[in-house]
């Protein structure tokens, strides 16, 4: 059994006007050490889906269904008094921006003190030390920590987030879009840092961004959302290398490169769908270039096409003859 | 047939004073500046995208903006088709201003939300009075939103911002730059706020404009890797100043300033059978008010020697169509 899996995972918001289906049926699994890339355009659901299993949706967000298994235990279903000794204790979170999220007013390192002192039975001296442990581990001078945020730049603050992180030895943490704010100096830095880390701690990571090309340098597998559902989900050389999902295979041809053959950009025609009213069949079809009538018709289901490689297409077996 | 030059800088400056207290000044006389852009030199000519990238904070949106007079420079002389246009009065620099256009980062920031499509897209013309009649503007504006795709023209006429989709504003910010068929358009960053899967379709009509209307295109990016699919040349610019510059393909290819290789090779590729060898920089962009004494990449660069802290090093040619300013190539 794999450390964490996810199941059917169904996430919606409730709005004026009905539901709207962020996540809408989401699987993944991942093992202890392994870093899994969650890809996809803006409002496909990968934040939504992270925030769920950790159980921190907004007021108006709600699991509808499936399974958040954690060693075993379905995180969906828990009290929220039982899921709060899983928050950082065994999942750990980094926001997206959350680097400016830091309390302006109060010292980097107490703010890292704090979080431990809330979940771990320690006195405030171990704690400190902790800390200046943790600084040490992101690379950062101890010394630093009694630092106020405005007085660290951006790659910095981005390096206590991940030393808040990983404050109190979880076993996995969720990082979403932890470089994009980044200069691409400092995301190589941070990049590189939580690839040791995650080596050294043996932990598992869910790395969300919209950046193909960060996930094709740090993950092992990768699940590509479209439109709340998973498109296509299989360990990165496959994703990258063979993808058979007509969506997958759009955004890999859309996404330059700063090495390799200059071949021509192709975008995807259209925007994403408005998931109040999603479309009809394959969410997929009336941006797809091989859409037929079914597929306007009939959901696919997310099918194992080859061992460790799925995909939801009606024409999943047509596609592996056309070349990529 | 040779392309004539249509925006050509020399040693631009721009500094942006520092205010200071009262105390302060009563203290020291020393006047302190933020030397966004220190020195630079380009030209672009008709039909040609000339790129200028690197980190944030290191003058890329500053040298544009000075360009098009939207902040005055410092020191250094701007040329329009030729023209001096460093110094001219508002009223003087108005039929320049005509040729010279925009395009922001941010779709859903630089639009006004409470203009209609028609409002934003004619008023370019309104202000400049270029039109006789409301029905010539009209036909102007449908126009331009046909050249940018946003078919039929007349469904998206009174739409506002709000109900576009992020590409779809990018194509009203695009209408609004092209409408005064301008020779000149200086594009901020426009698709780093877009999905990828639009990016293609905004960056192939700036192109098709760029062959059409013999546009000149000053692209400026943090992001090599779209700079790459689209420019025909490049300057990589550091904390005020161009380092390395020449054609697209040399520079990305083939690095020469320490720099350039480590910013490039600091770039993810979305290929994981490709494995590279990885230069990481140590620290980050100094302070532009203190920019180090010599070379200002000398404190980063693993290659530093004495000379690099002492002297500043001049651009040399370092291949056909490319240059670089680096003790290490002189």
Not at chain 1, 303 to 319: I, K, L, Q, R
């Amino acid at each position: 059994m794999a450390m964490l899996e996810v199941e059917d995972l169904k996430i919606y918001y409730e709005v004026i006007g009905g539901d709207v289906k962020a996540v809408d049926g989401v699987y993944f699994d991942l093992e202890k050490g392994e870093a899994l890339g969650l890809a996809g355009e803006s409002g496909c659901g990968k934040t939504t889906a992270a925030l769920g299993i950790l159980r921190l949706l907004p007021s108006n967000g709600r699991i509808a269904g499936g399974k958040i298994l954690f060693e075993g235990k379905d995180l969906a279903k828990m009290s929220e008094e039982s899921i709060r000794k899983y928050r950082w204790k065994r999942i750990s979170i980094i926001f997206q921006g959350a680097m400016n999220a830091l309390n302006p007013v109060i010292r980097v390192g107490n703010q890292i003190v704090e979080a431990i002192l809330a979940h771990e039975n320690v006195t405030e001296q171990e704690a400190w030390r902790r800390t200046e442990e943790l600084f040490e581990m992101v690379g950062l001078d101890p010394e630093r920590a009694k630092d106020y945020p405005h007085e660290l730049s951006g790659g910095m603050r981005q390096r206590v987030m991940i030393a808040m992180a990983l404050a109190c030895n979880p076993d996995l943490v969720i990082a979403d879009e932890p470089t994009t704010a980044l200069d691409v100096t400092i995301q190589a830095q941070v990049l590189e840092l939580m690839k040791k880390l995650q080596k050294e701690l043996n932990l598992s990571l869910i790395l969300i961004t919209h950046d193909l090309a960060v996930i094709a340098e740090t993950c092992n597998k990768v699940a590509i959302m479209y439109a709340g559902k998973i498109a296509e989900y299989a360990d990165t050389y496959t994703i990258f290398k063979k993808p058979l999902h007509p969506y997958t295979r759009g955004l890999i041809k859309a996404v330059p490169s700063i090495k390799g053959t200059k071949e021509k950009l192709v975008a995807i025609p259209g925007s994403p769908p408005d998931l109040l009213y999603p479309p009809p069949g394959c969410r997929f079809h009336p941006r797809c270039k091989y859409a037929k009538d079914i597929c306007k018709e009939k959901e696919p289901e997310l099918t194992e096409v080859a061992p460790g490689h799925y995909a939801s297409c009606h024409f999943v077996d047509e596609m592996k003859n056309i070349p990529f | 047939m040779e392309n004539k030059t249509v925006i050509k800088v020399e040693n631009l400056r721009k500094w942006f004073p520092i205010r200071r207290s009262f105390f302060a000044t009563l203290f020291s006389k020393e006047e302190l500046y933020v030397k966004a852009v220190d020195g630079v030199d380009f030209e672009i000519k008709e039909r040609e995208v000339f790129c200028l990238a690197g980190e944030s904070g290191c003058g890329k949106t500053t040298t544009a903006r000075t360009i098009l007079r939207l902040v005055e420079p410092t020191d250094g002389k701007i040329y329009f088709d030729g023209d001096d246009i460093t110094h001219l009065k508002t009223k003087e620099l108005k039929p320049y201003r005509i040729k010279m256009q925009i395009i922001f980062q941010d779709p859903y920031e630089s639009l006004n939300p409470r203009l209609s499509v028609f409002d934003i897209v004619s008023e370019p013309l309104q202000v400049n009075k270029l039109y006789e009649s409301q029905r010539e503007l009209k036909e102007k504006v449908a126009t331009a939103l046909e050249e940018v795709e946003l078919i039929p023209p007349e469904r998206f006429m009174y739409r506002f911002p709000h109900e576009l989709s992020g590409g779809q504003r990018q194509r009203v910010a695009i209408a609004r730059a092209i409408i005064t068929r301008p020779r000149f358009i200086a594009a901020d960053e426009p698709v780093s706020m877009l999905d990828v899967s639009i990016r293609a379709e905004i960056l192939e009509l700036m192109d098709r404009f760029k062959r059409e209307f013999n546009i000149a295109y000053l692209y400026i990016t943090h992001d090599l890797s779209t700079a790459r699919y689209v420019s025909d040349r490049i300057g990589i610019m550091y904390l005020g100043k161009i380092v390395e510059t020449g054609n697209i393909d040399k520079v990305l290819d083939d690095p020469q300033h320490p720099y350039t290789q480590a910013l490039i090779s600091a770039i993810p590729v979305p290929d994981p059978t490709m494995k590279r060898k990885r230069v990481i920089l140590r620290g980050e962009p100094p302070n532009p008010i203190y920019p180090p004494p010599g070379c200002r990449f000398h404190p980063r660069c693993p290659y530093a020697k004495d000379v690099c802290k002492e002297k500043e090093p001049e651009m040399v040619k370092v291949g056909e169509e490319h240059y670089a300013a680096c003790w290490l190539l002189s």
